[in-house]
T-cell receptor, first 115, second 113 residues
């Protein structure tokens, strides 16, 4: 068991709604990354948080936002949901925000369906 | 940014055969190349990784090779078993000040008994 937990595991929303996904990182890990995995695709990097600050962002619009808390848990918020936001959202924690270091430990993901 | 291409998209083999999955990357400064296995409905799990200071790494039936000059790396699975059936993703980390992975699109490996 990797220790990274995500909630909820599944949820259904309608277009225009807002959603918050949560992630608890593995004990001792200070870095959390969020990925979007559309069906049949590889995970796409959304953003990363290191010591409560955004430490990098992929090609996602501002309606995707996040937070990291002092205990290193994290939230992903998506506003104004679109149909294309339907995907598996993966949280991954690692020990450091450094370059090319540290295995990423993934959670089981939150599967979002937007109708 | 980094771009990772992965081939083939699907691979069917008989149990006991070998399987090879190939990836190319675009950023010559990338220095860490992990491979993840994702079973249906499960999280991606790291199975092997390689860093740019080595050319090959082996772990039992799994090996990874890296050619930095050509900017490609490959996953080799020998003596495949039905439980090897899954989607495999290669990834690379660009040198950009933070550790994040760029993934390939995945290879679905089907091992038939």
């Amino acid at each position: 068991e990797t220790g990274v937990t995500q909630s909820p595991t599944h949820l259904i929303k309608t277009r225009g709604q807002q959603v918050t996904l949560r992630c608890s990182s593995q004990s001792g890990h200070n870095t959390v990354s969020w990925y979007q995995q559309a069906l049949g695709q590889g995970p796409q990097f959304i953003f990363q948080y290191y010591r409560e600050e955004e430490n990098g962002r992929g090609n996602f619009p501002p309606r995707f936002s996040g937070l990291q808390f002092p205990n290193y848990s994290s939230e992903l918020n998506v506003n104004a949901l679109e149909l294309d936001d339907s995907a598996l959202y993966l949280c991954a924690s690692s020990l450091t925000g450094g370059i090319g270091t540290g295995e990423l430990f993934f959670g089981e993901g939150s599967r979002l369906t937007v109708l | 940014g980094e771009n990772v291409e992965q081939h083939p998209s699907t691979l069917s083999v008989q149990e006991g055969d070998s399987a090879v999955i190939k990836c190319t990357y675009s950023d010559s400064a990338s220095n860490y190349f992990p491979w993840y296995k994702q079973e249906l409905g499960k999280r991606p799990q790291l199975i092997i990784d390689i860093r740019s200071n080595v050319g090959e790494k082996k772990d039992q039936r799994i090996a990874v090779t890296l050619n930095k000059t050509a900017k490609h790396f490959s996953l080799h699975i020998t003596e495949t078993q039905p439980e090897d059936s899954a989607v495999y993703f290669c990834a690379a980390i660009p040198i950009s000040g933070y550790s994040t992975l760029t993934f390939g699109k995945g290879t679905m490996l089907l091992v038939s008994p």
